[in-house]
């Protein structure tokens, strides 16, 4: 039994890094546990093969692998590896799209945590409850199990999963139109790196922080973020995070309209995913190839990438990709030929994109149909489309997207000449608008600020003494500054947070991810909100409002 369980060590070790070597050693392992009748050298082979089959991309044999362990550890009485091997048939599950299923299977992981009182397994188990309510569109519930997971880092030495709680936070600030809360999130994730134990969340929060922000306009920050995640995915041999990020950077370059250098990087990641035999980054290279294709005009050649993205998408259980490549191929033919049957197929893919895609994705592949349709001068069709979009958008968080569809409606009925709709649409767009500045301003996702945030600055600075106690201090300060001072702001809120940390503006400032500037203008306006004496430090002052709050002892 040593000797195999020895041998499942070094596949178990080698999966990341040569999962060719690691499956040559898992048949080892399967051959010696059918000899040895081991029931757990058997369960640890089939996870290790459903491990080595999601690296390939290879779902479905990764899912029956991985059914087959839990089946196996289960009746070992495993808690452990039966919580693993249902946390990864969970994700991929989730990349099927089959939400429900996915979770389903992390509340069993969440339930082995708990029965084993695990608190890394636990944090895991609410992060990965956390994503699959993010894909599902419901931002409060996946926030509420983020924050959920936080509980069990904090003053628990696990930075690493700190790290990536934070960076799934700033994904849901991000989808909320945040994009200032996102930034100070997923800056919080970064300075926790120096301190985690490993390496594999560096690379998803270098993704997400480009994401942020390419959201925030900031096309060559991004672009280095992004490199410097396909550089940890690359050592990592984690390939198709690797492909997604080196695909971003160059649909940057489309932006910037420098195609040539676009094209050049997609053939060389389409011979860099072919190599690899990696089927679902060729779809990803495929369909972002043939986008460009058709932004250059080249009509047949983005269609004739649109039909392999489509042949390669039907190979791979990923929904969304086979949702944007069906819908990719529809857009194509519509271009070459504008006829109705094209104009079936593009409804046909809707539908499709809608079923099998997430929330965000269908409305963005919406809006993407609307455009080719306008594009052809079909704008009473685009103007259906987008009605169709709102209708779902209405039902749902993303107010940033609602706001674009009010105003691409208002374009449209303009160019119709239909003034009252156009007005109306357009008074619209400008409420939501407000909706997200006042969201921004208020409470509403961020009032009970994400446990553990400031911690987790202490911590990166190496002066954290008591994360219960300070917690504690913290809060009786919000509540202070609450009760003096509801008109407070968020961002106000922190600075005060800060400065009670005895953190300088210039590092506040980073932090916040504003300039030294902003800080002093934060302060100055926090020291008329409070009524700070002139000659009274702020700092001192916020100490002396918990101190004045704090019980004092009984003689």
Known sequence: MNNLSELWQRAYRLVDSDPQNAADLCAE??????????????????????LCCRYRGDLNDAATFLTRASEGFLLLGDEENYGGAQHRLSDILRIEGDLAGAE????????AARNLQSPEMQTVAYRGLGIIALQAGDLPAALNHLRQGLRFVNGGGLEH???????????????????????????????????????????????????????HGQ?????????????????????????????????????????????????ELLRFAEDRNHARGRVAVLTASASLQLRMGNESRALDLAEKALRAAELVNDALMRARARMLRATCRLRVVDSPETRKE????????????????????????????????????????????????????????????????????????????????LEQALEVQRAISA??????????????????????????????????????????????CPSLTIKEERVCVLLFNNM???????????SPRTVEWHRNKLRRKLAVPGRESLTNHLRQLVAADQPQPHP
């Open 346 to 425: 593009l409804t046909a893919a809707l539908d499709c994109a809608e079923r099998e895609g997430d929330q965000l994705a269908s409305l963005n592949l919406l809006r993407e149909a609307a455009v080719v349709l306008e594009e052809r001068g079909a704008r009473k069709q685009s103007v259906r489309i987008l009605k169709r979009a709102l209708r779902r958008a209405d039902k749902g968080p993303y107010l940033e997207v609602l706001a674009d569809l009010h105003h691409d409606l208002h374009r449209l009925y303009s160019a119709l000449d239909n003034a009252g709709e156009a007005s109306c649409h």
């Open 161 to 215: 999963q700190r790290a990536a709680l934070l960076q799934s936070i700033a994904l849901v600030y991000k989808q909320s139109g945040l994009i200032e809360q996102a930034l100070a999130s997923i800056r919080m994730a970064e300075e926790a790196l120096p301190l985690a134990r490993q390496d594999g969340i560096h690379g998803f929060v270098y993704n997400t922080l480009a994401n942020v922000y390419q959201e």
């Open 439 to 484: 969201a921004e301003r208020s409470n509403l996702l961020d009032r009970q600020t994400i446990a553990g945030d400031f911690e987790l600055i202490r911590q990166a600075k190496g002066n954290s003494t008591n994360p219960g106690g300070r917690a504690d201090i913290e809060t009786r300060l919000r509540e202070r500054l609450h009760t003096l």
């Open 504 to 514: 300088e503006t210039k590092e506040i400032a980073q932090v916040l991810c504003v």
């Open 219 to 267: 096309r060559s920050i991004a672009i280095e973020y992004f490199r410097r995640a396909a550089e940890v995915f690359a050592a990592a041999a984690n390939v198709f995070d690797e492909i997604i990020c080196r695909v971003n950077i160059a649909q940057m370059l489309v932006a910037e309209t420098r195609y040539e250098a676009a094209e050049l990087q997609f053939d």
């Open 29 to 50: 392992l399967r051959r010696r546990g059918q000899n040895m009748q081991s029931s757990a050298a058997l369960a640890h082979a089939d996870f290790i093969d459903g």
């Open 104 to 111: 389903s299977a992390e509340l069993r992981h969440l339930a």
